[in-house]
């Protein structure tokens, strides 16, 4: 009889008693879309907008540039034109020079044995009052030269352009010039002396206007 109670004893403590399920042993992930809603991705960050530039000072950026290129550009061109004035003014006074120390040469050159070409190459380095005053006195020249038999040969020892006018083509040079004289019988005679000779321009280029012994003390300077 004993038993049978403690049999009936366990049986309700054993009913009485619920079960528990077993736990998992992991808990399960919770889905990437519950994630993405917990923790929500920052905006994105918007770029800086591009600077405008001010016109103003572009423009005035601009016509500095301009102006510093056209300083630039005037200064070479007035360095450039005033060297080649220059340099135009020294070529025309060694043009001068040289067509007065020939002019000069020409007529302080004379040989009687080839007096009529003597007498037109001074022609050809004269014009205005010399070129008049050689032609009307050929005739008589022309005698005097015979008569005496001479030759007359010149060599130019120095000289400078002492005036020059080119807008009005005149100019003046003053040489030193050594003249030998030689007669038919005797010994050649050579002196020396200053003249000043007046040029002028002429188609066919400068040629003696005027020819006559300089004053005593005068220069070329």
Request: hydrophobic share 35%; charged share 30%; aromatic share 4%.
């Amino acid at each position: 009889m004993a038993d049978t109670e403690t049999t009936v004893v366990d049986e309700a403590e054993d009913s009485a008693t619920p079960e528990t399920p077993d736990e998992p042993e992991h808990a399960p992930e919770e889905p990437e879309a519950e994630k993405a809603e917990e923790e929500p991705e920052a905006p994105p960050e918007k770029a800086a907008p591009p600077r405008r530039r001010d016109p103003v000072r572009a423009v005035a950026l601009v016509l500095a540039c301009a102006a510093a290129v056209w300083a630039a550009w005037s200064g070479y061109t007035w360095y450039d034109r005033a060297h080649d004035d220059d340099l135009h003014y020294a070529e025309l006074r060694d043009e001068v020079r040289r067509s007065g120390e020939q002019a000069v040469i020409n007529l302080n050159t004379l040989d009687y044995r080839t007096l009529a070409q003597s007498l037109k190459t001074w022609q050809d380095s004269s014009t205005s009052e010399l070129y008049q005053q050689i032609v009307q006195g050929r005739a008589q020249f022309e005698k005097n030269i015979a008569d005496a038999r001479t030759i007359t040969k010149a060599r130019i020892l120095e000289s400078a352009v002492s005036e020059l006018d080119e807008h009005s083509g005149r100019a003046r040079i003053i040489v030193a010039v050594q003249i030998t004289v030689t007669p038919p019988d005797g010994q050649p005679a050579t002196k020396r002396l200053r003249q000043i000779g007046e040029l002028t321009r002429t188609s066919s280029g400068w040629k003696l206007s005027a020819l006559g012994e300089a004053p005593v003390g005068s220069s070329g300077n």
